[in-house]
């Protein structure tokens, strides 16, 4: 099984919905990031949690917002989804020097 | 603000044959990291580097820090096939993530 799991793994939705990605790892990891990919770009970072007390803003928090719900879950809400955030997002978490990726969700809005 | 500079953003080169990819950062960085990326894929951790000529190697791969020149080289010995892909290089500053160089495109021909 995968240590880092993401669902939905593809998503069509519409302008002006709220949509939630879920992130579900089972490494027991404190860290965990949200980031965005964008067509032949790198990742960008929209949140990160070193704790389920500590959620910080990345450099693209605008129109986000997440939940750590737990120290293993971790969601991301669009909650007015735009056409702009149409991209591959990652979820990834961290321990020691090395971050685990889960495997994207592709989100498509219309 | 950390921003990251990769060079070049694609990268064609025959097997067998060396090449380095280049990654500067444009302020103080606690460590840099490098990723692969195969399309369609998910990011995978390929090194970490800590500390001012720091150097790890991982089959024809290897990855070296230069933190007074702001640089990290990831080189490439003696290229195969198997190591088309996009790699990224990342820094971090104050304990926090920020952002992700816009990636290297590797292709080896045969």
């Known amino acids: 099984d995968a240590d880092v799991t993401q669902t939905p793994r593809n998503r069509i939705t519409k302008t002006g919905k709220r949509i939630m990605l879920e992130c579900s790892q089972t490494?027991?990891?404190?860290?965990m990031y949200w980031y965005r990919q964008d067509p032949g770009l790198g990742l960008r970072l929209i949140y990160y949690s070193f704790d389920v007390k500590d959620i910080n803003k990345g450099e693209i928090s605008d129109g986000y917002s997440v939940s750590r719900q737990a120290q293993a879950k971790f969601s991301l809400s669009l909650e007015s989804a735009i056409p702009n955030q149409t991209a591959l997002y990652f979820c990834?978490?961290?321990?020691?020097?090395?971050?685990?990726f889960g495997p994207g969700t592709r989100l498509t809005v219309l | 603000e950390l921003k990251v500079e990769q060079n070049p953003l694609f990268l064609s080169m025959q097997e067998g044959k060396n090449y380095t990819i280049y990654c500067n950062y444009s302020?103080?960085?606690?460590?840099l990291y490098w990723y692969r990326q195969d399309p369609g894929k998910s990011l995978e951790s390929l090194f970490v580097l800590l500390s001012n000529g720091a150097v790890k190697q991982e089959g024809r791969l290897m990855a070296s820090l230069d933190t007074k020149a702001r640089l990290s080289t990831l080189h490439i010995t003696a290229a195969v096939h198997d190591l088309s892909a996009t790699y990224f290089c990342d820094g971090e500053t104050s304990g926090s993530r920020l952002t992700f160089g816009e990636g290297t495109q590797l292709t080896v021909n045969p």
């Open positions: 490494k027991g990891h404190d860290r």
């Open positions: 302020t103080t960085s606690d460590r």
């Open positions: 990834a978490t961290e321990a020691g020097d090395t971050q685990y």
